[in-house]
T-cell receptor, first 109, second 115 residues
Framework: GQGVEQPDNLMSVEGTFARVNCTYS??????LSWYQQREGHAPVFLSY????GLKDSGHFSTFLSRSNGYSYLLLTELQIKDSASYLC??????????FGDGTQLVVKP | DMKVTQMPRYLIKRMGENVLLECGQD?????MYWYRQDPGLGLQLIYI???????SEGDIPKGYRVSRKKREHFSLILDSAKTNQTSVYFC??????????????FGEGSRLIVV
């Protein structure tokens, strides 16, 4: 579908941080959101951005650069339970929302 | 209660049979979506509905149709199911606005196996 790309896998260490990258190319832009999905469960909304810059929401922060078609989700003070798949989703000018394939984050002790 | 409910949760059908997946939401959301998710992959958009009887195709509409006769209900229909339609189907809903429209509420999914 519309191009939303994420790396397949990411590994980090408990207590540190992880940055999940997302690049997109869609028919217009009307917002970008991030979801967490655990195995066998539905995605859960984390954050959305519509303007450029960094949005700090504590444990999760989100950055957006519309001119570069780029976003990242930053998780700080990682815990083992943060291990999950993180999905990037972009809303186009027709309000359709397209997802990337997800990045599987593994947090090691 | 802010909930999206999908029925049935699990379904096994024979190739060629018809399938009806139902979705309901109690938040008066205008917009509703149907996605499918295959193992290790993200969600693929099948259809979007902007409100009652206002539906539009997503990326993979072939083999599917939808119905929205009430704002709170959105159905996905497979006429003559195929084995490659085996998947987990997620329904989601949101308000229409710029900010709120980026917040999707998902149902728990309907796991369909076509044999």
């Amino acid at each position: 579908g519309q191009g939303v790309e994420q790396p397949d896998n990411l590994m980090s260490v408990e207590g540190t941080f992880a940055r999940v990258n997302c690049t997109y190319s869609t028919s217009g832009f009307n917002g970008l959101s991030w979801y967490q999905q655990r195995e066998g469960h539905a995605p859960v909304f984390l954050s959305y951005v519509v303007l450029d810059g960094l949005k700090d929401s504590g444990h999760f922060s989100t950055f957006l650069s519309r001119s570069n078609g780029y976003s990242y989700l930053l998780l700080t003070e990682l815990q083992i339970k943060d291990s999950a798949s993180y999905l990037c989703a972009v809303r186009d000018n027709n309000n359709r929302i397209f997802f990337g394939d997800g990045t599987q984050l593994v947090v090691k002790p | 209660d802010m909930k999206v409910t999908q029925m049935p949760r699990y379904l096994i059908k024979r190739m060629g049979e018809n399938v009806l997946l139902e979705c309901g939401q109690d938040m008066s959301h205008e917009t509703m979506y149907w996605y499918r998710q295959d193992p290790g992959l993200g969600l693929q958009l099948i259809y979007i509905s902007y409100d009652v009887d206002s539906n539009s195709e997503g990326d993979i509409p072939k083999g599917y149709r939808v119905s929205r006769k009430k704002r709170e209900h959105f159905s996905l229909i497979l006429d003559s199911a195929k084995t490659n339609q085996t998947s987990v189907y997620f329904c989601a809903s949101s308000f229409y606005g710029t900010g709120t429209g980026n917040t999707l509420y998902f149902g728990e999914g309907s796991r369909l196996i076509v044999v």
